[in-house]
């Protein structure tokens, strides 16, 4: 019984402890590197938790990172060309992108599983070349004078912002998908045809899905938008997208921890500390992916649990010397 | 008259799978569809509620036109049914099931549902009595925290009713519900298909086992999409016709 006690705070805990460390952290460590590729991961992790959002109704959205992009290139025209202050462009983006996720939406509701990721590649595809082409956007090159979101060159003011807009992000993500609309998300899944036979309007939700996950990532795109000297195409093309994707499905799709624990270990780690590496970097993940879907299939956040409960069970019987029951048998 | 079926007609390419098919079921009846593999059971379940539009025909539902509304407004209007081939959510426990299915009634909105309000609360703990009342009905309550696609398959079939009968239909169809299942299974289901009926809820049976012919108050017989008898239960086993599409041409 006490057992279960221990497990049940131990996810809180480590949650806290996790804000804590990173809320101290420039505090210890003053590199504006670090902090740099910290304030990325942030972004990433946003990308890539309203992404796996988007797949718990079944779909696969190959188009994240160009909304990403909606939300970025909105925020930059609307500073550079109206210079209107960030705390407008940055909610401006995010409607933006959430918007054009509802128009995308509509004819893409019909679509299911690979059609879908077919579907949304190419939008997403089409959308950087419209980026590239055009002259308002900058083009290839891409634009720059945007009003900078803190007067300071510190990056300390963009680290914080950045944390309690991930925080933010992470926990609306999270409030949408445990409640009875996750449920709902989740039958479509499962079975879109049982999901209507109970009145559960699946092209509603489905839009609804994309249009919440496009917000989020559009607003972590307006806000980086604010952050980084020049905006570019290249930063929310395919690749991006098929980053995030990778970032998911390493950290595990089945898990709400899955994206903010493969984002950090597959964007910072190999930024970090093998950024000379990075030539290799597409098959890192490649690697790792493989290892993965021999040995975890539920990705790191699987793992992570498992070792954390038979650790746990351990303890438990030295602190009791007795046989204490295998918790993850019960599962 | 709670449903009302005319001259519908649905064709597959060449194939006419359903034709110029006629019915009624009234008020408080349980009504058996039966018919050999490939007569147009399902079919006729699937044009009720929008699954595909016919090509031609019309069907009443409680004095409304629903030809060709979309699933989850026919789910809305009070049809629930069950399927054949996945009955139910497999990576849901039972209970989860059930109350995924109470989509409609109570219904909370969007923001309710979001901000977690008191209204959405009070819906969620309705919903989860009720979901409770209805696993006890149909005998799975002792399974309700068991993923269901871990349930055998009897089970599995009750659940899919569990779950129609959460949406808490005027008209529940009911597809092949004994499919599938051992004697005592059939025993318990037409128990509870009886219970069902005497709570007043009016039921539409696609079935081949010919057992569920006891339970129903009229039974309508087709074959190849067409309607080849229409009577009591008692007088299906003796008709010429009947015996003939399930056998064969020489029984006649």
Redesign the interface.
Same mark, same amino acid.
């Given at each position: 019984m006490k057992r279960d006690g221990i497990n049940k705070w131990i996810k809180p805990v480590a949650l806290v402890g996790l804000i804590i460390i990173l809320a101290i952290l420039p505090l210890l460590f003053s590199s504006p590197y670090l902090l740099h590729v910290l304030i990325l991961t942030f972004i990433y992790t946003v990308g890539a938790v309203s992404f796996r959002t988007i797949t718990i109704s079944g779909q696969f959205p190959l188009a994240h990172a160009a909304f990403m992009g909606i939300g970025a290139y909105t925020a930059a025209m609307a500073s550079r060309y109206l210079s209107w202050p960030p705390w407008v462009t940055i909610p401006m983006g995010a409607i933006a992108a959430g918007i054009i996720g509802i128009v995308f939406g509509y004819p893409f509701a019909r679509l299911r599983t690979l059609y879908y990721a077919m579907g949304s590649l190419f939008f997403g595809m089409a959308i950087t070349y419209i980026v590239q082409s055009l002259k308002i956007t900058g083009g290839y090159v891409g634009l720059t004078k945007i009003q900078p979101l803190f007067s300071s060159v510190s990056r300390v003011p963009y680290y914080y912002f950045f944390l309690v807009l991930a925080l933010f992000c992470t926990v609306a993500l999270y409030r949408f998908e445990f409640s009875r609309i996750g449920t709902n998300l989740k039958a479509i899944a499962q079975s879109y045809q049982l999901a209507s036979s109970v009145g559960i309007d699946e092209a509603r939700y489905r839009i609804l899905v994309v249009a919440v996950g496009c917000f989020f990532v559009g607003l972590v795109g307006a806000a980086f938008a604010h952050y980084t000297p020049i905006v570019t195409p290249s930063t929310f093309d395919l690749s991006a997208t098929l980053w995030l994707a990778m970032y998911v499905l390493i950290g595990g799709i089945n898990s709400f921890a899955g994206p903010i624990i493969g984002t950090p270990i597959l964007y910072f780690i190999p930024q970090y500390y093998f950024s000379n590496l990075r030539a290799y970097s597409p098959f890192i993940p490649a690697v790792i992916l493989i290892i993965i879907a021999y040995l975890m299939p539920k990705g790191l956040a699987g793992l992570i649990f498992m070792l954390n409960s038979r650790y746990l069970d351990r303890l438990w019987f030295r602190m009791n010397g007795k046989g204490a029951t295998h918790a993850t048998e019960n599962q | 008259m709670l449903l009302k079926i005319s001259d519908l007609t649905k064709q597959f390419g060449g194939l006419t799978a359903v034709n110029k098919f006629d019915m009624q079921v009234n008020q408080g009846e349980i009504v058996g569809l039966i018919g050999p593999n490939g007569a147009g059971k399902s079919t006729i379940y699937n044009l009720i =509620?929008g699954?595909y539009p016919p090509n031609r025909g019309r069907v009443i539902f409680n004095g409304k036109d629903i030809t060709r509304m979309?699933?989850?407004r026919v789910? $809305?209007l009070g049809i $629930?049914?069950t399927?054949q081939l996945?009955? /139910?959510?497999?990576?849901?426990t039972v209970l989860?099931n059930v %109350?995924? %299915?109470?989509?409609?009634h109570p219904h %909370?909105s /969007?923001f309710d549902? +979001?901000f977690?309000t008191p209204t +959405?609360r009070k819906n969620?703990s309705i919903i989860r009595e009720q979901s409770l009342k209805i696993l006890r009905l149909v005998g799975l309550e002792k399974v309700k925290d068991d993923l269901a696609k871990n349930l055998p398959h009897g089970f599995q079939k009750m659940l899919g009713v569990a779950?129609?009968l959460? =949406?808490q239909p005027k008209l529940l169809l009911l597809d092949e519900p004994l499919g599938g299942m051992n004697p005592s299974e059939i025993e318990f289901s037409l128990n509870s298909i009886e219970k069902m009926r005497q709570q007043g809820t009016t039921i539409m049976i696609v079935e081949h086992n010919m057992q569920i012919l006891d339970l129903c108050d009229r039974v309508i017989v087709i074959s190849f999409g067409q309607k080849i008898y229409e009577g009591l239960p008692q007088e299906v086993r003796e008709n010429k016709e009947v015996i003939s599409a399930y056998f064969g041409g020489e029984h006649a």
């Open positions: - | =509620t699954v979309k699933p989850h789910a $809305g $629930g049914r399927f996945n009955p /139910l959510f497999p990576d849901f989860q %109350s995924a %299915s109470f989509h409609l %909370s /969007l549902i +979001y977690n +959405y969620e779950r129609a959460a =949406t």
